[in-house]
């Protein structure tokens, strides 16, 4: 019988493919998106990214063949594509806000000096509270300036 008494061949490479990359001791359970390392537990994860000095993310530039393209990466590279786009149009806003923000702080700058101004040649000793404040900003003093209020 051929196959009685002799040792079948084992290849080392598949089992040490199966096993943790970090303790070589428990199979895998998780790859690290950054560099396809494989782990099997927190702590095992946590010392491969001490000894690679890994940062665990995936470079969402690098190039990747096409034999190698997966739906994992194609919907990586869709969600990339929304952020950018998410990105670009938070920034759009946010500048054209900043810029309404600026016309309003200047106009609000003018209008709060020109108060202080008004209290003060009245001998009205005039205190505000800090802005960061909640009745700060519930606080509705004005002045009048068309009317030529105040007298």
Partial sequence: DPGRGHVAAVNMDTITSSLCDTCIERKWQYRCPGCNGRSCSLPCVKQHKLERGCDGKRCKTAFVSLSEFTDSQLYSDYYFLEDVGRFVDSTHRDHVWRARES???????????????????????????????ALHKLNTT??????????
């Fill in 142 to 151: 004005r002045a009048m300036w068309k009317g030529h209020y105040p007298k």
């Fill in 103 to 133: 016309n309003d702080s200047q106009q609000k700058r003018r209008n709060f000096h020109r108060l202080l101004t008004a209290a003060e040649k009245r001998g009205i000793r005039l205190t505000l509270l800090p802005q960061g404040m």
